[in-house]
């Protein structure tokens, strides 16, 4: 497996948010954190990064325990976050902000070339060439959101983490990212309100409600309608009672 929770703990402010939270995800899973807002899906994907620490429980990344190591550290290993401010550097240019990302990049031996690391990103996001030198401060949002993606993807993570991805992108970059993470060979969670998207690219679906999370095998639309399904089921059972 790449990743273990194991009663998990984590709070936003004084809120208990992941309350004794335990799962796991297997090599190749695009898993999509489902719930409504304020139910821990960014909180938990901050945890994971060590931006928010864990109170109690512990978390496993690849065979090892990583609950108390920095965000730093974390990266360094495979673990890459794209939040939903994107967090860019703004005085830097385009390149620069790309080779924060390659700088991520664990070493490996016969791993691919920086060229050629870079010119998998610009294949993916064309756009990118043409304002290499330009300070991402000054991007426009989907701009801004390629880059964010382009830099996570060069540091050629085991886990990608991805908050709200499709923010400010357009349809046709949109589409591309669906194909990316359906052929996707590492593991990645999603948060996102698409849900066209989400029926692209998901193969099993996280539901944070109350605290826990619960994985289901399936796209959005098969856990929409299984869930609905149960409550239903629940209901009419409540009402022969």
């Not at 620490?53 to 978390?59: L, M």
């Amino acid at each position: 497996m790449v990743l273990k929770l194991e009663d998990v703990n984590a709070y936003y402010g004084e809120s208990h948010i992941l309350r004794d939270v335990s799962f796991t995800i297997d090599p190749g899973e695009v898993v999509c954190l489902m719930g409504r807002n304020g139910v821990g899906k960014t909180t938990t994907l901050k945890t994971l990064t060590g931006l928010l620490p864990v109170k109690g429980g512990k978390i496993s990344f690849d065979g090892t325990d990583i609950t108390h190591f920095k965000t730093d550290i974390r990266a360094k290993r495979g673990l890459a976050y794209v939040p939903q401010g994107r967090e860019i550097i703004p005085h830097l240019t385009v390149k620069q902000n790309l080779l924060l990302g390659y700088w991520n990049r664990p070493t490996i031996s016969g791993d691919v070339s920086e060229k050629d690391a870079f010119d998998e990103v610009y294949q993916l996001f064309p756009k990118l060439t043409q304002i290499l030198h330009r300070p991402g401060g000054v991007l426009s949002g989907g701009e801004q959101q390629q880059l964010a993606i382009g830099r996570a993807i060069l540091s050629s993570p085991k886990l990608l983490l991805l908050d709200e991805p499709t923010n400010s992108l357009d349809v046709e970059t949109i589409r591309w990212l669906e194909n990316f993470l359906a052929d996707y060979e590492n593991t990645a969670i999603v948060v996102s309100h698409d849900r066209h998207f989400l029926d692209a690219v998901c193969t099993h679906v996280a539901d944070v409600d109350r605290n826990k999370i619960s994985i289901y095998t399936g796209n959005y639309t098969f856990w929409y309608e299984s869930s609905q399904l149960a409550a239903r089921q629940l209901s009419d059972k409540n009402k022969k009672m």
